[in-house]
């Protein structure tokens, strides 16, 4: 069996949920598990926060049908609603709760008929300008559903754009555009995402929505996730599966970039870009290996990746490579490689075994 595992800790994203509604007590929350609860498991995420989550968000129907499968009772939220009209009849029939964010899917709603109204959140665009209706055109179509059979509750959410960075000012401009139809009688409110949950209380509201956060990652650039009291979920385990001294002036890998500046120990590792790790992480990307980090060489290829070894002399065949997790976060080979944690957790592949612990 190929020696390449993905070891996702349950415990830990139970510790991480509790930290949300910890961090904006009184509020319910809803699990953000979209994209196979970011890469982790969505069977398995949805079943560790069975008791203690109020409820879950979902980017589509498809997702949202894998939650119900687990959880028959659970609240779940449709982040971006419904592509198609017909998704209002499985919508209700799967009894979820719908963001409406455009006219059109005012329209499918209303000439729907429905076996059970929907809990309808009507999305704000306080800013982000990439779904949700303007102030006007909300309270407009607050006006058309409040009544409507199709709907049970009329509540109202927003999305942040920019809550990850400090202090930055369009999240202030969200917040009070956000409270300028506060006047509107809708029945909960949504705003915040992990980054907001972290540092915005004023953005708390009824319901929060953590994702990033359960995960045990940080939302910020600047802030590890463990100096935010989060625990990283998923560690990515190889091995070592060759190792060979590589003389002065010799290369490695693909494109013969990295080449040796001494008498060197190259070990090959077995993970590569097919399995999710970024094939642009450059030379000198840290692994972990007997709890020492030392750098990559050369370029990822798509089933394994180079590393040179030569500060690491006692290093062997079938030594475990920690890729990112426990000792390694995964913001920091984020960062090393110009993207987000977000991006590496959700793009492990499926042929990435996970174990859970
Ligand atoms: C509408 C919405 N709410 C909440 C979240 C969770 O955000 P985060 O993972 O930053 O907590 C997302 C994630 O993209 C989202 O799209």
């Known amino acids: 069996m190929r020696p390449l595992v993905a070891t996702v800790d349950l415990a830990a994203l139970r510790h991480n949920y509790l ?3 910890q961090c904006a007590p009184e509020r319910k929350a809803f699990a953000v598990v979209k994209a196979n609860a970011y890469g982790h498991g969505v069977r398995e995420a949805v079943t560790t926060l069975r008791d203690i989550a109020d409820g879950f968000a979902v980017a589509c129907l498809e997702e949202a049908i894998e939650v119900r499968a687990v959880h028959g009772e659970a609240r779940i939220l449709l982040l971006e609603g419904c592509f198609a009209a017909e998704e209002y009849l499985a919508a209700a029939q799967l009894r979820l709760d719908v963001a409406v964010q455009g006219e059109a899917q005012v329209e499918a709603l209303l000439s729907a008929s429905l076996v059970r109204p929907l809990n309808v959140w009507l999305k704000l665009d306080s800013g982000m300008h990439r779904l949700g209706f303007v102030a006007a055109k909300l309270r407009e179509c607050f006006g058309a559903l409040k009544q409507a059979p199709q709907v049970a509750e009329l509540n109202l959410m927003s999305h942040f754009a920019c809550a990850d960075e400090h202090e930055h000012p369009l999240t202030r401009q969200q917040l009070e555009y956000f409270l300028s139809v506060q006047d509107l009688p809708v029945g909960q409110r949504s705003l915040a995402n992990s980054a907001a949950i972290l ?3 004023a ?11 359960l995960y045990g990652a940080s939302p910020f650039a600047d802030r590890s996730a463990a100096s935010l009291g989060l625990k990283p979920l998923m560690t ?11 003389p002065p002036g010799e290369c490695v890998g693909y494109g013969a970039s990295w080449i040796a500046g001494r008498p060197s120990k190259i070990g090959t590792v077995s993970c590569g870009y097919a399995d999710g790790y970024p094939r642009h992480a450059p030379s000198g990307t840290p692994v972990v290996i007997r709890g020492q980090r030392v750098p990559l060489a050369g370029r990822v290829s798509m089933d394994m990746l180079a590393v040179d070894l030569s500060d690491l002399p006692a ?3 079938g030594d475990e490579v920690e890729l990112w997790g426990a000792q ?3 913001d920091e080979l984020a960062q090393a490689c110009g993207t987000i944690g977000y991006e590496l957790l959700t793009k492990v592949t499926p042929r990435v075994p996970r174990h859970y612990r």
């Open 203 to 213: 953005a708390h509201m009824d319901w929060i929505r953590p994702g990033i956060m």
């Open 315 to 317: 290093a062997q065949i």
């Open 19 to 21: 930290y949300a509604k």
């Open 328 to 330: 390694l976060p995964v």
């Open 199 to 201: 540092t915005l209380p």
């Open 236 to 246: 990515l385990t190889g091995q070592l599966i060759a190792i060979r001294d590589v």
